[in-house]
């Protein structure tokens, strides 16, 4: 049987000009039945649509911050290193993949930049902007949870749970939510930590880091899975 093919954002290293991916990427993919490719980082917008139309799903990885210009706002202070290229690449590729209706997973820079492209905005620095006592920002071993979330739609029917623990790492998150995106998951200061796109097969986004843990959390493993599995054409939940 022919396995989905999942285009994966790569990750950048400004300092050594380099592109790289985090192994629990790939295996969350390949261990859900998929078949994963590192995509070229490129924003030449033919080679999008061409790369668009031949992958069955994209994971938008986590990564650098997403820069303010995109959900109209001047960088503060605040805000830490953003790579042009990859959000001249998303902002062009994401559209694309959305129009056409193909599966797609956010994870961490993912949802925010997700939420950004199709018209919301982030906090670009939640500690200063809005202070929790939630742990967003764990420190290592990352496949540890940090704190719980509440779970609705098809996020809790997938997992068939009300609530989970999940691991954190971000400084930034969802402020304004797209029009077009609903949330699945709060944090218990009530920051959105995962959504999706009701009139899509399957658009989800996650903030917290089921690439860290996929490999011993059985709700990373079905994330992955439900992601898989809508790339390949089944039941998308």
């Known amino acids: 049987m022919r396995k989905p ?6 990750l950048v290293d400004i300092e050594r000009e380099s592109y790289w991916m985090l ?3 790939m295996r969350g993919v390949e261990e859900a039945g998929g078949l994963p490719v590192m995509l070229p980082l490129t924003a030449n917008r033919p080679e999008l649509e061409q790369l668009a139309a031949s992958f069955d799903g994209f ?25 042009e290229a990859r959000d001249n690449m998303e902002k062009i590729l994401f559209p694309l993949v959305f129009e056409r209706n193909k599966a797609v997973l956010g994870i961490c820079r993912g949802a925010q930049l997700i939420n950004a492209v199709l018209g919301g905005t982030l906090y670009q620095d939640l500690p200063v902007l809005r202070p929790s006592a939630v742990p967003h920002h764990q420190m290592p071993p990352y496949h540890l949870p940090s704190h719980p979330v509440s779970l609705s739609g098809p996020l809790a029917r ?10 954190s790492c971000h400084h ?10 609903e949330a699945m998951a709060l944090a218990e200061d009530g920051l959105v930590e995962a959504v999706y796109a009701p009139g899509k ?4 986004a996650v903030q917290w ?29």
């Not at 093919?5 to 790569?10: N, Q, T």
């Not at 994971?59 to 790579?83: I, K, R």
């Not at 089921?210 to 998308?236: H, M, T, W, Y």
């Open 209 to 237: 880091h089921p690439e860290f843990s996929c490999a011993v959390d059985e709700n990373s493993k079905k994330i992955f899975r439900g992601f898989v599995l809508a790339a390949q054409g089944g039941d998308r939940a």
């Open 172 to 181: 930034q998150g969802i402020d304004v939510l797209a029009p077009e995106l």
């Open 23 to 25: 192994p629990g990427y």
């Open 5 to 10: 093919m999942i285009g994966i954002l790569p």
């Open 59 to 83: 994971l938008f990885t986590g990564g650098h911050d997403v820069a303010p210009t995109l959900y109209g706002q001047t960088p503060s202070d605040l805000c830490q290193e953003v790579c």
């Open 158 to 167: 997938l997992l068939e749970a009300d609530a989970i623990p999940v691991n």
């Open 201 to 204: 097969t399957f658009v989800w």
